[in-house]
């Protein structure tokens, strides 16, 4: 039987280097420190919904909010009885609804009235209602700003 000590020599210095590479590449492996990623803001749209308000009625507008961050509704326009005082809200539907959200509303708006908060993720409405003040029929425009 023969012994080949060439070969078994070969093989020592191989896993040898291997070994060595390895600890070196351990060593050599970067920086461990990691910079803080950055949070995103978010993407904001801008939402226009018109229509007409009968006196003594109500109307809504549902929209979708995907991330949190802040919403904006403004009463833009409401002809031709732009002085009167309306109620303006924001809810979340429920059916033919608009349930406002306890804080989220106005019952002195008038044209150019914000309503402005910080808003989660979810399905909402913006209502707009009359207070028995409308004359008859109004012309309003709505805009709302949210994530």
Same mark, same amino acid.
């Given at each position: 039987?023969?012994?080949?000590?060439?070969?078994?020599?070969?093989?020592?210095?191989?896993?040898?280097?291997?070994?060595?590479?390895? /600890?070196?590449? =351990?060593?050599?492996?970067? !920086?461990? %420190? $990691?910079? #803080?990623?950055? @949070?995103?803001?978010?993407?904001?749209?801008?939402?226009?919904?018109?229509?007409?308000?009968?006196?003594?009625?109500?109307?809504?507008?549902?929209?979708?909010?995907?991330?949190?961050?802040?919403?904006?509704?403004?009463?833009?326009?409401?002809?031709?009885?732009?002085?009167?005082? /309306?109620?303006? =809200?924001?809810?979340?539907? !429920?059916? %033919? $609804?608009? #349930?406002?959200? @306890?804080?989220?509303?106005?019952?002195?708006?008038?044209?150019?009235?914000?309503?402005?908060?910080?808003?989660?993720?979810?399905?909402?409405?913006?209502?707009?209602?009359?207070?028995?003040?409308?004359?008859?029929?109004?012309?309003?425009?709505?805009?709302?700003?949210?994530?």
């Amino acid at each position: 039987m023969r012994i080949d000590t060439g070969h078994r020599a070969r093989t020592s210095l191989l896993w040898g280097a291997v070994a060595i590479a390895l /600890v070196l590449t =351990g060593a050599c492996g970067g !920086s461990s %420190t $990691t910079s #803080p990623t950055p @949070t995103p803001s978010p993407t904001y749209v801008t939402e226009t919904f018109s229509g007409t308000i009968q006196a003594g009625t109500a109307v809504f507008h549902p929209f979708t909010v995907t991330t949190q961050g802040t919403l904006t509704a403004t009463l833009t326009t409401l002809s031709p009885q732009s002085g009167i005082t /309306v109620g303006f =809200g924001i809810g979340q539907p !429920s059916g %033919t $609804t608009c #349930p406002l959200l @306890t804080g989220a509303y106005l019952e002195t708006a008038k044209v150019g009235s914000v309503l402005q908060g910080t808003i989660g993720v979810g399905s909402y409405c913006v209502e707009l209602y009359d207070l028995g003040n409308a004359q008859g029929p109004n012309d309003y425009v709505i805009t709302v700003t949210h994530p």
